[in-house]
């Protein structure tokens, strides 16, 4: 194990735990300021969840995957609003650029 652990920066650990962490907070304050008003706890369980089970934003995460952790799903299609957020969507699709996740 030593080798293997030797190469690890202490530097860029620390950092990769803070980022963890202020996702975490970013997760909660948006969750309990939103879809859990005010159930702090809730929204800190949801947003660990997020952060700790799922590898980065690139990864898809399915309906069925929301409702397990706990978050209120609808489904998009349904909405009244979808044709509006298609357009919407069709409009950008295109022009946003995604840079490669560093660790892929």
Known sequence: MQPL???????????????????????????????????VVKAHQIANKLVSQYPSHGYAIFRHDLKGIGLVVEDLERSLDAPKLNEWYNKINGEVKFIDDIHA
Do not use: E, H
């Open 5 to 39: 652990i030797s190469k690890i920066d202490p530097v860029l650990l620390q950092k990769a735990y803070r980022d963890l962490r202020i996702g975490i907070i970013y997760g909660r304050d948006l969750l309990s300021d939103g879809m859990f008003k005010g159930n």
